[in-house]
């Protein structure tokens, strides 16, 4: 299978937006490069910066590894994409606004309304709720991969409490850190300011009539894997970090404890899962939510960041008609494209997806973080057997999509014999806000799957984190 390379053509020319990097490294020696790599563990391992590998001993945290060869993305490459992720953010919220309003997309028969009314991820404590803007996802993860000849895809939309924009920044210090002399070479577009945009889309959306809003990240607690990056947010954005033992609802009002006394908040950006949100309306033995705040959310008195009720429309059985949402709400052609879909849940898809199951890769609709999917061609025959009667038991709950030819980047790996540069499968998760309009620093996660011909690159799958420039004209 042939793969795109993201730094070099394919008679192993240096393309043109690489060239001042590439001729860097030729003249860089190797023990400074091992230095310079040396540096970065160290200094990352000394931050904080680790993640719960699932799987491992309970408790065990790793570093997330960081190459300091970076993802280099030419300005008018960058330009279609963001404007591709502008429209397809302003389409899912239009469809999660209709649907918990009008379903004016399932009487007109463009969705199947069992797909989405019978999702689990559907939550008919919203229906007739207004939002403040209309704005349900105000923080959207994509995945983004380039395969093929170069063509981008989006591979998922992640809309219920996306993370890794900590891992975005800190790879960016990271690099003018090390390599400062490499900022005064190329124009890099800056992503330090996200906080400072991430806030002001957060007070953008505060309920009615409040003017100066009090804002805070609701944590699941220091045992979350992602919790590294609620504490990083919090303080970059100059803001409480709380749990839910530290807010309480009265009188459709939430406050927080201080030692000042109670205190009123008006936007919550919530890093906990729905159903752990209120032991009042979801799950009765949550300890990590808040009673009452439904009620409060209900009452117009508190925002939420993302809404109750996005994962709807970040499900993978949604998935495959985003590309209608954007012809339905916005009456345009996708400028991004959906990766070709077979639902299980149709007869002639999962008669297909059966017969081709070693060529595949099959996704559980719920699932995330790379966990309960097959990649076809590195399963083995007892794997994809057992996926095979998975399937036949519950259509329903899968998907399958090709085998995508991931593109590469060259990878500082180790254990290679040489000590030397690889080429390595990576995705993009760019991040991109809604309050103040649609916004999103020029970049995003650049994660590399460091097993060779590994095409997950999840951290939690042991994938690896690269900084992502953006060239300016």
Same mark, same amino acid.
């Given at each position: 299978?042939?793969?795109?390379?993201?730094?070099?053509?394919?008679?192993?020319?240096?393309?043109?937006?690489?060239?001042?990097?590439?001729?860097?490294?030729?003249?860089?020696?190797?023990?400074?490069?091992?230095?310079?790599?040396?540096?970065?563990?160290?200094?990352?391992?000394?931050?904080?910066?680790?993640?719960?590998?699932?799987? $491992?001993?309970?408790?065990?945290?790793?570093?997330?590894?960081?190459?300091?060869?970076? @993802?280099?993305?030419?300005?008018?490459?960058?330009?279609?994409?963001?404007?591709?992720?502008?429209?397809?953010? %302003?389409?899912?919220?239009?469809?999660?606004?209709?649907?918990?309003?009008?379903?004016?997309?399932?009487?007109?028969?463009?969705?199947?309304?069992?797909?989405?009314?019978?999702?689990?991820?559907?939550?008919?404590?919203?229906?007739?709720?207004?939002?403040?803007?209309?704005?349900?996802?105000?923080?959207?993860?994509?995945?983004?991969?380039?395969?093929?000849?170069?063509?981008?895809?989006?591979?998922?939309?992640?809309? @219920?409490?996306?993370?890794?924009?900590?891992?975005?920044?800190?790879?960016? %210090?990271?690099?003018?850190?090390?390599?400062?002399?490499?900022?005064?070479?190329?124009?890099?577009?800056?992503?330090?300011?996200?906080?400072?945009?991430?806030?002001?889309?957060?007070?953008?959306?505060?309920?009615?009539?409040?003017?100066?809003?009090?804002?805070?990240?609701?944590?699941?607690?220091?045992?979350?894997?992602?919790?590294?990056?609620?504490?990083?947010?919090?303080?970059?954005?100059?803001?409480?970090?709380? $749990?839910?033992?530290?807010?309480?609802?009265?009188?459709?009002?939430?406050?927080? @404890?201080?030692?000042?006394?109670?205190?009123?908040?008006?936007?919550?950006?919530?890093?906990?899962?729905?159903?752990?949100?209120?032991?009042?309306?979801?799950?009765?033995?949550?300890?990590?939510? #808040?009673?009452?705040?439904?009620?409060?959310?209900?009452?117009?008195?508190?925002?939420?960041?993302?809404?109750?009720?996005?994962?709807?429309?970040?499900?993978?059985?949604?998935?495959?008609?985003?590309?209608?949402?954007?012809?339905?709400?916005?009456?345009?052609?996708?400028?991004?494209?959906?990766?070709?879909?077979?639902?299980?849940?149709?007869?002639?898809?999962?008669?297909?997806?059966?017969?081709?199951?070693?060529?595949?890769?099959?996704?559980?609709?719920?699932?995330?973080?790379?966990?309960?999917?097959?990649?076809?061609?590195?399963?083995?025959?007892?794997?994809?057997?057992?996926?095979? %009667?998975?399937? $036949?038991?519950?259509?329903?709950?899968?998907?399958?999509?090709?085998?995508?030819?991931?593109?590469?980047?060259?990878?500082?790996?180790?254990?290679? %014999?040489?000590?030397?540069?690889?080429?390595?499968?990576?995705?993009?998760?760019?991040?991109?806000?809604?309050?103040?309009?649609?916004?999103? #620093?020029?970049?995003?996660?650049?994660? #590399?799957?460091?097993?060779?011909?590994?095409?997950?690159?999840?951290?939690?799958?042991?994938?690896?984190?690269?900084?992502?420039?953006?060239?300016?004209?």
């Amino acid at each position: 299978m042939a793969y795109y390379n993201e730094m070099h053509n394919t008679d192993g020319s240096v393309r043109p937006h690489y060239r001042p990097y590439s001729q860097w490294l030729e003249t860089t020696s190797p023990e400074r490069i091992a230095r310079k790599r040396a540096e970065a563990d160290l200094a990352f391992r000394r931050v904080g910066i680790t993640f719960a590998v699932y799987g $491992e001993e309970a408790g065990k945290e790793r570093l997330i590894p960081f190459d300091i060869i970076p @993802r280099i993305i030419p300005a008018a490459e960058w330009s279609g994409m963001a404007a591709g992720l502008r429209q397809r953010v %302003k389409a899912l919220n239009a469809f999660l606004h209709d649907i918990y309003h009008d379903q004016e997309i399932l009487k007109a028969g463009r969705l199947p309304a069992e797909q989405v009314l019978n999702n689990g991820q559907y939550r008919p404590e919203m229906q007739g709720v207004d939002v403040p803007g209309q704005i349900y996802a105000h923080i959207a993860g994509v995945d983004v991969v380039r395969a093929g000849a170069g063509e981008f895809y989006v591979l998922e939309d992640n809309l @219920r409490v996306p993370s890794g924009v900590s891992y975005m920044i800190e790879d960016r %210090k990271m690099m003018m850190r090390l390599f400062p002399e490499l900022f005064a070479r190329h124009k890099v577009a800056p992503v330090q300011h996200y906080p400072d945009l991430l806030l002001d889309n957060l007070r953008a959306v505060a309920p009615l009539g409040v003017t100066d809003p009090t804002c805070v990240v609701l944590t699941p607690g220091a045992y979350n894997s992602a919790y590294f990056e609620h504490t990083f947010l919090a303080q970059q954005m100059g803001v409480e970090l709380v $749990e839910g033992r530290d807010l309480f609802v009265k009188d459709d009002t939430v406050y927080m @404890r201080t030692t000042q006394g109670p205190k009123r908040v008006d936007v919550i950006y919530r890093r906990v899962d729905d159903d752990f949100l209120d032991p009042e309306a979801f799950r009765a033995d949550s300890m990590l939510g #808040v009673p009452g705040l439904l009620r409060a959310y209900k009452a117009g008195r508190v925002t939420l960041a993302n809404a109750i009720g996005t994962g709807v429309a970040d499900d993978k059985s949604i998935y495959p008609y985003v590309p209608e949402m954007i012809r339905f709400y916005l009456g345009e052609e996708p400028i991004l494209n959906n990766v070709p879909t077979y639902m299980c849940r149709k007869p002639e898809d999962l008669k297909y997806v059966l017969a081709h199951l070693p060529e595949l890769v099959v996704k559980e609709v719920h699932g995330a973080g790379g966990y309960g999917m097959l990649v076809g061609p590195a399963a083995t025959k007892a794997e994809i057997e057992n996926f095979r %009667k998975l399937l $036949e038991a519950r259509p329903e709950g899968y998907i399958a999509q090709p085998t995508l030819a991931l593109s590469n980047c060259p990878t500082f790996v180790d254990g290679d %014999k040489f000590g030397g540069v690889a080429p390595r499968h990576l995705d993009l998760r760019p991040f991109v806000l809604s309050g103040n309009g649609i916004q999103m #620093v020029p970049g995003g996660l650049t994660r #590399v799957a460091l097993r060779e011909g590994s095409l997950v690159v999840n951290s939690s799958q042991g994938g690896g984190t690269k900084d992502t420039w953006v060239l300016e004209d």
